[in-house]
């Protein structure tokens, strides 16, 4: 980073970042909403310095609404110009934000709901084709303390900032509440500071060394750790954005190109799917100005990375970063070949990475052992007490649930999981829920839900059924629609349907042997 980056850095809170960078350069396009991404679509904007403004002014509109420094807001909003607006809304009144993905339903949604005693829900009221404002309606009915549901899509309350409390003075206070699937059938609160945020952050500029020049991009739902991860990114280096609210391929080119894009990605899954669309026309760039393509969230084959810079003409930088850590290692665009294909990246300065066995002591390098986290950038637990309880070791290290190893120069090379879960274009989903619903269906005697090896998605869903003597075959459709009307998040529905006769179990505790499964249905298998 340069000597700016370095010193805004040091922002106590996510509202003096966005402050000091707009004092610094107001006038500097900050990002841009493709609200029609085709070649000649239109384009709404936002300078740092507007973007302050307005945040500041739509702070004095929820003031107007009884929103108060530390109190609860939930927003379940697509990734746009005013979602934006309103986290940093939030963050200058110092209120505690629980950020929602947009495809969470009732079961998602109403458990953070109930969960954070949210005071106030933002919906983007009907949004491709589900109606979330009935659904925020149909919650509040069922919650003891109703929160006030409101549309936050185009419009948003303004006042005069005049009636503001003075903003938030520190950034080690918990003001945010992301969630992730873990490895039970609730989705775990993890707690969030803002000094975490800009830490992690700041490790994502560290590493990737962008500079004003350069043209982002944010194709992954804002609700997810990775928005503000990204947009301290912006803040610190000062260079502009395009939002999307639907990322798709081919139609989301033309505003990458329009724009002149220079940094894409988000993880494995977008890597792949630019790749397929090279391979349309392989004479022609597809992304002329594409110089970096970076993400993280899930395994990357190191043949995708060679056929991504051969192909795409782009360097591949691949990190290693989940809810509770936003960023935790990122491959350096002037690492090696051998490194950017075949491990995680190192971690940053102010990550510490440890490697233990199954007692707890540290491994040599090159040995197998379980991924531990300790830095700034590592959340401060979880929401429920019992789900923190046994998430840190004594010295303060996350327990991650990963396998990996330390190279001798740094490198991180994760393994496995000891973690019940998979990960489907980035996001986590747990086994265990989708187990849950299944075994509620007649058709269904007993199951196991696995993740399988997927060029496009990094892991898709398979749902392997022992069926009840008698009763018709499962079909995958039949699955789907089961799931859906459990109110299940429809990127967790099972892309895969296996009949077995029975499943296979070990002779002590009878548990399904999970990976006798994968091995079965997995690449290779005949």
Same mark, same amino acid.
């Given at each position: 980073?340069?000597?700016?980056?370095?010193?805004?850095?040091?922002?106590?809170?996510?509202?003096?970042?966005?402050?000091?960078?707009?004092?610094?350069?107001?006038?500097?396009?900050?990002?841009?909403?493709?609200?029609?991404?085709?070649?000649?679509?239109?384009?709404?904007?936002?300078?740092?310095?507007?973007?302050?403004?307005?945040?500041?002014?739509?702070?004095?509109?929820?003031?107007?609404?009884?929103?108060?420094?530390?109190?609860?807001?939930?927003?379940?909003?697509?990734?746009?110009?005013?979602?934006?607006?309103?986290?940093?809304?939030?963050?200058?009144?110092?209120?505690?934000?629980?950020?929602?993905?947009?495809?969470?339903?009732?079961?998602?949604?109403?458990?953070?709901?109930?969960?954070?005693?949210?005071?106030?829900?933002?919906?983007?009221?009907?949004?491709?084709?589900?109606?979330?404002?009935?659904?925020?309606?149909?919650?509040?009915?069922?919650?003891?303390?109703?929160?006030?549901?409101?549309?936050?899509?185009?419009?948003?309350?303004?006042?005069?900032?005049?009636?503001?409390?003075?903003?938030?003075?520190?950034?080690?206070?918990?003001?945010?509440?992301?969630?992730?699937?873990?490895?039970?059938?609730?989705? +775990?609160?993890?707690?969030?500071?803002?000094?975490?945020?800009?830490?992690?952050?700041?490790?994502?500029?560290?590493?990737?060394?962008?500079?004003?020049?350069?043209?982002?991009?944010?194709?992954?739902?804002?609700?997810?750790?990775?928005?503000?991860?990204?947009?301290?990114?912006?803040?610190?280096?000062?260079?502009?954005?395009?939002?999307?609210?639907?990322?798709?391929?081919?139609?989301?080119?033309?505003?990458?190109?329009?724009?002149?894009?220079?940094?894409?990605?988000?993880?494995?899954?977008?890597?792949?799917?630019?790749?397929?669309?090279?391979?349309?026309?392989?004479?022609?760039?597809?992304?002329?100005?594409?110089?970096?393509?970076?993400?993280?969230?899930?395994? +990357?084959?190191?043949?995708?990375?060679?056929?991504?810079?051969?192909?795409?003409?782009?360097?591949?930088?691949?990190?290693?970063?989940?809810? /509770?850590?936003?960023?935790?290692?990122?491959?350096?665009?002037?690492?090696?070949?051998?490194?950017?294909?075949?491990?995680?990246?190192?971690?940053? /300065?102010?990550?510490?990475?440890?490697?233990?066995?199954?007692?707890?002591?540290?491994?040599?390098?090159?040995?197998?052992?379980?991924?531990?986290?300790?830095?700034?950038?590592?959340?401060?637990?979880?929401?429920?007490?019992?789900?923190?309880?046994?998430?840190?070791?004594? /010295?303060?290290?996350?327990?991650?649930?990963?396998?990996?190893?330390?190279?001798?120069?740094?490198?991180?090379?994760?393994?496995?999981?000891?973690?019940?879960?998979?990960?489907? +274009?980035?996001?986590?989903?747990?086994?265990?829920?989708?187990?849950?619903?299944?075994?509620?269906?007649?058709?269904?005697?007993?199951?196991?839900?696995?993740?399988?090896?997927?060029?496009?998605?990094?892991?898709?869903?398979?749902?392997?059924?022992?069926?009840?003597?008698?009763?018709?075959?499962?079909?995958?459709?039949?699955?789907?629609?089961?799931?859906?009307?459990?109110?299940?998040?429809?990127?967790?529905?099972?892309?895969?349907?296996?009949?077995?006769?029975?499943?296979?179990?070990?002779?002590?505790?009878? +548990?399904?042997?999970?990976?006798?499964?994968?091995?079965?249905?997995?690449?290779?298998?005949?």
């Amino acid at each position: 980073m340069t000597g700016t980056a370095a010193d805004l850095a040091a922002s106590r809170t996510l509202w003096e970042l966005l402050d000091r960078r707009a004092a610094r350069t107001p006038d500097a396009l900050a990002l841009v909403q493709a609200d029609d991404p085709g070649p000649g679509g239109t384009d709404r904007s936002l300078t740092f310095g507007a973007l302050r403004d307005r945040a500041e002014r739509v702070a004095a509109g929820l003031h107007g609404l009884g929103v108060r420094p530390g109190g609860r807001v939930a927003w379940q909003l697509p990734t746009r110009l005013e979602t934006v607006v309103l986290s940093f809304a939030l963050a200058r009144l110092g209120a505690v934000q629980t950020p929602l993905i947009p495809y969470y339903r009732d079961r998602e949604a109403g458990h953070a709901l109930r969960a954070t005693g949210a005071g106030f829900f933002a919906v983007p009221g009907v949004w491709r084709g589900f109606d979330h404002t009935a659904m925020g309606f149909r919650l509040a009915l069922s919650l003891p303390s109703p929160p006030l549901v409101f549309t936050a899509y185009d419009t948003l309350p303004e006042g005069d900032p005049a009636v503001l409390p003075e903003p938030p003075a520190e950034g080690t206070s918990v003001r945010w509440v992301y969630w992730t699937s873990g490895t039970t059938s609730d989705p +775990k609160g993890t707690l969030h500071t803002d000094r975490g945020l800009i830490a992690a952050g700041t490790c994502l500029a560290r590493a990737l060394r962008l500079t004003p020049d350069d043209v982002g991009s944010m194709a992954f739902p804002y609700a997810h750790v990775a928005g503000p991860d990204y947009t301290v990114m912006l803040l610190l280096c000062g260079f502009p954005a395009v939002l999307m609210e639907h990322f798709a391929l081919p139609g989301s080119l033309g505003a990458f190109r329009r724009h002149g894009v220079t940094v894409a990605g988000g993880s494995t899954a977008f890597y792949a799917m630019f790749l397929a669309e090279q391979r349309k026309d392989p004479g022609r760039p597809l992304l002329p100005a594409l110089r970096l393509l970076a993400g993280g969230g899930a395994p +990357k084959p190191p043949e995708l990375y060679h056929q991504v810079v051969r192909e795409l003409g782009c360097r591949l930088v691949h990190g290693y970063g989940m809810t /509770e850590a936003p960023m935790i290692t990122m491959g350096d665009p002037d690492d090696t070949d051998e490194h950017l294909a075949g491990t995680e990246g190192r971690p940053p /300065e102010g990550m510490e990475i440890r490697v233990v066995d199954e007692a707890g002591l540290p491994v040599a390098a090159g040995t197998d052992g379980h991924v531990r986290l300790r830095g700034e950038a590592v959340c401060r637990g979880y929401l429920d007490p019992e789900q923190h309880t046994g998430a840190f070791d004594p /010295e303060g290290f996350l327990i991650t649930g990963d396998l990996g190893h330390l190279t001798a120069d740094g490198h991180l090379v994760l393994t496995g999981r000891t973690k019940d879960v998979i990960i489907r +274009k980035g996001e986590n989903i747990s086994a265990q829920e989708v187990e849950r619903l299944l075994h509620g269906h007649p058709g269904v005697a007993d199951v196991a839900v696995i993740g399988l090896p997927d060029e496009v998605r990094g892991e898709r869903v398979c749902a392997v059924v022992q069926q009840p003597a008698g009763v018709p075959p499962l079909t995958l459709t039949d699955v789907a629609a089961f799931l859906r009307d459990a109110g299940l998040s429809v990127h967790k529905v099972p892309e895969q349907l296996e009949l077995v006769d029975a499943l296979p179990r070990n002779e002590t505790l009878r +548990k399904v042997l999970k990976y006798k499964l994968r091995e079965r249905y997995g690449p290779g298998a005949g």
